[in-house]
């Protein structure tokens, strides 16, 4: 049995006149039960065709970078790390001029550049492309980093000049490639710390699913004019990415915001109440409900179909009506109330007090009260002050930035959701 037996050999083949040599080195690899997949350049394809190769081979060749099919079936990454050696036969000056310096722009270099397999080189080109100073220079750089070579011979060009530039005989290249396997290994390792991704310790909210409201809503007077209110949707989003950063399975119900989606999460973007209710119901069963966005309490009555215009006869009167209440509903679901219900309260007076009253009015499991007085900042703002109201207790947290009030609300929830499974 020969060494090569079962060996995956990865053959680049670049645009030189030695490429026709190529055709017998698949060949003597193959004679010798090593698998041979193909890779040519653009310049190749004009030495050699892609279907000689592959009748010799008896793989598909592969030629483009951008190729879709090639890429679903055996990305450029894969391609490079499915081999045991790589092999450059021939080597153009071109291609290891790409490789010492980095380059990728086709999909040989490209996968030389993203490859962890030992690379042998077999140099083929004109004695004064060999000789050239930046020829020379890339070979130096190449040795000294992980790039074996096999050739080039000495002997008369095709050019007709005499002199080192012959590529390797296919057979003294099969020998090169039986010692570098006889050497071991041909995977390169990389620096510690990289390439495996660490292990992380799962989440406190690992398999659970969070609803999380956000921003406000728009409540619409006429096709162009709407009811608002000044809430930013930092909070939601903060809540979101956290509960997501913990392990959780998060979906956001957005009303219209000016700020990126949440980080790790599935956002719904809503407009009204009404449709911020819909989607909150189609995305149950879960978890917990946090519900952090600032939902207007009054929509108008009938929208107009059209723009309201100045009639002389003075402004419109609006009447409005009480919009649903979403805590409230999801906090009595019948069947699908989540484990844990938390509702935020904005208040400008009597914080505490209102907070309270919402608690027992809303049946949800605790309340995050926090002034959004004028001159607070709240509204739009990074910071939060707020205040954890349960029945019989308030929890005054400090100032924090948002992120931190998430993160300390996310800890919250996942010790009352262990609480409430003792
Ligand atoms: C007839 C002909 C023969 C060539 N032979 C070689 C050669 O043996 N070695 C080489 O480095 N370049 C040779 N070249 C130049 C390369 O084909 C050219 O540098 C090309 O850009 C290489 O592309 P590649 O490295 O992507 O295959 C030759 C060009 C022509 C037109």
């Not at 990728?104 to 492309?129: F, Q, V």
């Not at 119901?281 to 879960?286: F, G, H, N, Q, V």
Request: net charge neutral; glycine share 8%.
């Amino acid at each position: 049995m020969s060494t090569l037996t079962g060996k995956r050999i990865l053959l680049v083949i670049a645009g030189g006149i030695a490429a026709y040599k190529a055709l017998d080195l698949i060949r003597r690899l193959r004679e010798r039960g090593a698998s041979v997949h193909a890779v040519m350049t653009q310049a190749a394809e004009q030495f050699v065709t892609p279907l000689s190769v592959a009748s010799l081979s008896g793989e598909k060749v592969h030629t483009a970078l951008f190729s879709l099919t090639d890429e679903a079936e055996m990305g450029h990454i894969e391609l490079s790390r499915d081999a045991d050696l790589i092999v450059i036969a021939p080597a153009t000056a071109n291609i290891l001029a790409k490789i010492a310096n980095g380059i990728a722009d086709d999909l040989a270099s490209t996968l030389l550049l993203a490859t962890d397999k030992k690379i042998l080189a077999a140099p083929a080109m004109n004695l004064r492309m060999w000789l050239h100073p930046a020829t020379q220079r890339n070979l130096e750089w190449l040795r000294a980093n992980n790039v074996a070579f096999s050739g080039p011979d000495n002997g008369e060009m095709a050019c007709g000049e005499y002199g080192p530039g012959r590529m390797s005989e296919p057979l003294a290249i099969v020998s090169a490639i039986e010692s570098i396997f006889a050497q071991g290994e041909t995977t390169l390792p990389l620096p510690p710390g990289v390439g495996v991704r660490p292990s992380r310790p799962p989440g406190i909210l690992a398999g659970r699913r969070v609803i999380v409201t956000s921003g406000p809503t728009h409540e619409p007077i006429d096709p162009v004019r709407y009811i608002a209110n000044r809430s930013s949707g930092k909070q939601g989003t903060a809540i979101a990415e956290a509960a997501a950063r913990a392990g959780a399975e998060v979906v956001v119900i957005s009303g219209p915001v000016a700020i990126p989606a949440a980080a790790g999460a599935t956002t719904i973007h809503v407009e009204t109440a009404r449709e911020m209710l819909e989607a909150v119901s189609r995305a149950l069963p879960a978890d917990i409900f946090i519900s952090a966005a600032a939902v207007a309490d009054w929509r108008v009555d009938a929208a107009a179909g059209d723009k309201l215009k100045k009639s002389g006869s003075g402004a419109p009167s609006l009447h409005l009506v009480e919009n649903p209440d979403i805590l409230a509903t999801i906090s009595q679901h019948p069947t699908l109330r989540p484990k844990l219900v938390v509702g935020f309260a904005a208040e400008t007076t009597g914080l505490i007090e209102h907070a309270r009253q919402k608690l027992a009015r809303k049946k949800c499991d605790f309340i995050v009260a926090n002034d959004v007085g004028a001159g607070t900042g709240v509204m739009g703002g990074a910071q939060n002050t707020v205040h954890i109201v349960e029945t019989g207790s308030v929890d005054s947290w400090p100032k924090l930035d948002k992120d931190a009030v998430a993160a300390r609300l996310v800890g919250l929830c996942a010790q009352k959701l262990a609480e409430n499974a003792q």
